[in-house]
């Protein structure tokens, strides 16, 4: 029987041994491709080949591909064979072979690689594809065994490469099976299972829906590890293999419960051991839990991963715990999972913390409901309301069952599931217009034709170019005019292209006739790079010898911001600790943003010391260097790679010195003295377990400590003081100010008490209860609310109600003491007269407060107190 390990270490080397090139696994966050939040399949890193955007280094390989799906979330844990995160096994030809060799290979390596036996296999082909049913009969399949499945036809959508399938199928036995007699290929239930997809892409689809040809054909294939491992292990689920049970042993063992003895606590122990794995996975390609895009679907899933452990009885942090086992079985094979264990680690720590108070959100809101059914005798929670606790505060419908059967209450359970369906129906429909979405231009295929621009910025800003196309709003145009906008490729370029952060160059591109203002490049992913020009004089022609030239100063000083960002890694590295991995990132010619992780906000004395770190660096004058070498030499020499970039095998490193080494692709300065000076004018926290550097080089610095120093000045000049003396000047006048609030608090208090003497005078007796209504001079909310406290002691009896105007604002408030005196109700009293001042308010029955908009209204407000108590007694009478 063979491991998991060994069956995926088995397949890459067969693959290999037919001419395919091993290529490890991409990351989980899909490189430019906008369709797509995660990799989701084998063949999601390689689509730049498939789509002829970028031409292929080599014309075959093979794969072990991480994936994450999360459409099925609710099945997992409860089939044999759902899982959100997955292995993806796959071998691909890039316009090399095709049917005739791929076929057979599949063949071989199911029957006489892994040994499965002949009489268990099945294959499933497109209808109309005879050629694929004719070479699998060559290769040995039975033709009873050959089933037709108008299905098996493979699309990336409506519009681009597709072409017919063949799935391989293992017959797991009748016991397996729903026992129907017409069960067969296609079944619901788990006896066949698919194991192994190919793909003939050979044809490309129109917007009409017409296929057409391939010049050059592709093939790609799909296994799951997973699958095939349960197969050769010969159990019952893919949880039962060795690629999970030492996770669910571990659940079990924390949960103080035993795998296998309770259905209820089985389906839980999977779904923690499937949600740890994949989160784990997720955190190490660096993606970050947040409320949107792939954070907000880690979130999701570690969550649900949690109120699952719940369910088994685990309240305290574990996932720790099984992660150190999925460290064990699969670091080896993914290094990421050791290499950024610290930023793992800070994650599970913060999410497992932050999400135990969401639950107990959850469980008040949900005892709120129990006792409001109590008082009502009802006995069925709706399924809207259970879906909105799931779905808003991450509450599980199941714990919900659980708390409320207690209580003698139900979960509308039908409601429930049709509210969930409407959400994943609509999520579905969401991803698959996503997955659509792209579509080739005109300029992406004619910048596919004319391939990679050649990029002289690293060492000149000036060059002489060849305009290869142009492009405006209706298309290719032959060339254009002044006042016109347009997009150009040229032969090479001294322009350097937004990307890694760095914002793109500024200049101009001339002849001797014309000349252009470069407004804005990108690089696509076939290597051209565009330029979008306003021209400004003459015409500009394809075919046209253009002279470019790039702003020296604006690069210059982007040039030293960039440098500087690679100095601030290092030494936030060195003082805060390893686990400070590069977030994100802007340089331009003003500033630098630096967002890294970190859990909690830098001190002062560690923000000096990171200043004076960098600072050091840039007097030393390191010498910067950077040199092309593969991505291993890379990584002998220690460079720091950015966080869940996938890189190719020949990558840039920037050395500065023995301080600081990265891979970059970015412009820098020669020599680290150029900076002239560092300076951080900012530090915070932009999410979870994350912050941000803004800082300046360069003159931008050194404008920037002027600004400081006017400022400073100006503030000298009102304290009517020297520069030295400023601050002194201000703790002084700090301690007056307090000393003058607390002299104020305490005139007010007496004032308050004289003006509650003075105005005793104006109480009326309306039906034998004393009323006080009268304005008052109250700052705020909190002095009128303690002078009619006063008063109330001195009335003993009766009704009081205030007014007061601060900041063009009326406050009001109304004392019934005792309360319920003669039915009175003060927060009913102050509605009445706040609403004659345009507001509104309300209360306890002997203590209300309101606001108005309008105090010209407050004296008649106020002179109407008598007749609206006369109102309500005349009312309870």
């Known amino acids: 029987m063979y491991t998991g390990n060994q069956l995926r270490e088995m397949f890459l080397k067969y693959f290999e041994g037919k001419g395919h090139v091993i290529q490890p696994s991409a990351s989980l966050i ?20 498939f789509l002829r955007q970028v031409e292929p280094p080599f014309s075959r390989a093979t794969t072990a591909q991480k994936c994450v799906r999360t459409p099925d979330l609710e099945s997992v844990g409860k089939t044999a064979r759902h899982h959100t995160f997955f292995e993806m096994l796959g071998n691909f030809s ?130 799951g590890l997973e699958r095939i491992a349960s197969v050769i292990q010969g159990v019952e689920s893919n949880f039962d293999t060795d690629l999970f049970m030492p996770l669910i042993n571990k659940t079990a063992e924390i949960a103080g419960l035993q795998y296998k003895k309770d259905p209820k606590t089985d389906v839980a122990l999977k779904v923690v051991a499937d949600h740890a794995r994949a989160v784990s996975f997720m955190l190490a390609d660096g993606i970050r839990p947040s409320s949107d895009g792939r954070g907000y679907v880690l979130r999701r899933i570690l969550r649900r991963g949690i109120r699952f452990a719940r369910l088994l009885g685990i309240e305290k942090p574990f996932l720790e715990q099984i992660f150190r086992v999925i460290q064990e079985h699969y670091a080896h094979w993914y290094t990421e999972l050791k290499e950024n264990e610290n930023f793992i680690l800070n994650h599970l720590r913060l999410e497992e913390k932050n999400f135990q108070a969401t639950l107990e959100q959850g469980m008040l809101i949900l005892q709120d409901k129990v006792k409001a059914f109590r008082e009502s005798g009802q006995k069925i929670l709706s399924g809207e309301d259970a879906f909105h606790l799931y779905e808003t505060y991450g509450f599980p419908v199941e714990l919900t069952e659980e708390m409320l059967l207690e209580e003698g209450i139900s979960v509308d359970m039908e409601s429930f599931d049709k509210a969930s369906e409407e959400h994943r129906l609509l999520a579905k429909e969401q991803s698959r217009q996503m997955k659509a979405a792209g579509e080739n231009s005109l300029l992406t295929e004619k910048a596919k034709r004319l391939g990679p621009t050649r990029f002289l910025g690293y060492e000149q800003l000036e060059s002489d170019s060849i305009i290869e196309a142009m492009f405006n709003e209706e298309g290719e145009v032959d060339g254009a005019g002044e006042g016109e906008e347009v997009i150009c490729l040229l032969d090479q370029t001294p322009f350097y292209a937004e990307s890694g952060g760095q914002i793109s160059d500024e200049g101009i591109i001339r002849t001797g006739k014309a000349y252009a203002e470069v407004l804005e490049l990108r690089k696509l992913p076939s290597g051209a790079i565009t330029h979008r020009l306003l021209i400004k004089d003459g015409v500009l022609k394809i075919g046209e010898k253009v002279h470019t030239v790039v702003n020296k100063e604006k690069r210059k000083a982007i040039a030293g911001h960039h440098s500087s960002t690679h100095l601030l890694q290092t030494a936030l590295r060195k003082i805060l600790g390893d686990h400070v991995q590069q977030a994100g990132s802007l340089v331009t010619s003003e500033r630098l943003r630096f967002d890294f992780s970190h859990f909690s906000p830098l001190t002062a004395e560690q923000i000096t010391e990171v200043e004076n770190n960098v600072n050091r660096q840039i007097m030393a004058s390191l010498t910067v260097q950077a040199e ?250």
């Not at 906008?34 to 990799?39: F, K, Q, R, Y």
């Not at 698919?194 to 829906?209: C, D, K, P, S, T």
């Not at 020499?637 to 600081?660: H, P, T, W």
Request: net charge negative; with cysteine.
């Open 628 to 877: 092309e070498m593969s991505m291993n030499q890379a990584r002998e020499k220690g460079a720091i790679a950015l966080f869940g970039e996938k890189y190719g095998e020949i990558v840039r490193l920037v050395e500065m010195g023995d301080y600081s080494r990265e891979l970059c692709g970015g412009t820098h300065v020669k020599n680290t003295g150029e900076i002239g000076l560092f300076k951080i004018i900012s530090e915070g926290g932009i999410g979870a377990g994350l912050r941000r550097i803004e800082a300046v080089a360069g003159m931008e610095s050194l404008a920037y400590l002027r600004e400081m120093e006017s400022q400073f000045d100006e503030i000298s000049t009102v304290l009517k003081v020297q520069p030295k003396e400023s601050v002194k000047k201000i703790h002084l006048m700090t301690a007056q100010i307090r000393e003058l609030e607390k002299e104020i608090q305490q005139l007010n208090a007496k004032l308050s008490k004289y003006e509650a003497d003075s105005i005793m005078s104006k109480v009326q007796d309306i039906h034998g209860v004393k009323i006080l209504a009268s304005r008052v001079q109250a700052p705020d909310m909190e002095t009128l609310r303690q002078t009619a406290d006063m008063l109330r002691d001195k009335l003993k009896e009766g009704v009081i109600v205030l007014g007061a105007v601060a900041d063009e604002k009326v406050n009001l408030v109304t004392v019934v003491h005792p309360s319920g005196l003669n039915g009175l109700h003060a927060g009913k009293i102050i509605k009445e007269v706040a609403s004659i001042t345009g507001g509104g308010g309300g209360g306890r029955p002997d203590m209300a407060q309101a606001g108005g908009k309008d105090p010209s209204k407050l004296g008649e407000a106020l002179d109407k107190v008598p007749s609206i108590i006369h109102h309500f007694l005349g009312h309870n009478s």
């Open 30 to 49: 899909p490189k430019d491709d906008p369709t797509l939040l995660l990799t989701v399949a084998g063949m999601v890193p390689f689509k730049p080949y």
């Open 94 to 223: 890039f316009g090399d072979y095709f049917k005739e060799e791929v076929i057979p290979w599949a063949w071989e390596y199911i029957t006489v690689i892994l040994q499965i036996p002949v009489e268990k296999l099945w294959v499933t082909i497109y209808p109309e594809d005879e050629e694929a049913r004719s070479i699998w009969s060559k290769a040995g399949v039975s033709p009873d065994r050959i089933v037709a499945d108008p299905e098996n036809f493979w699309a990336a959508g409506p519009v681009g490469p597709c072409g017919p399938c063949s799935e391989i199928y293992v017959d797991l036995g009748e016991s397996r099976g729903c026992g129907k007699d017409d069960c067969a290929i296609g079944c619901d239930c788990d006896r066949f299972l698919e194991v192994w997809n190919l793909v003939f892409m050979q044809y490309i689809r129109n917007e009409a829906g017409t296929l057409t040809p391939l010049p050059k054909r592709n093939i790609d294939t799909g296994m």
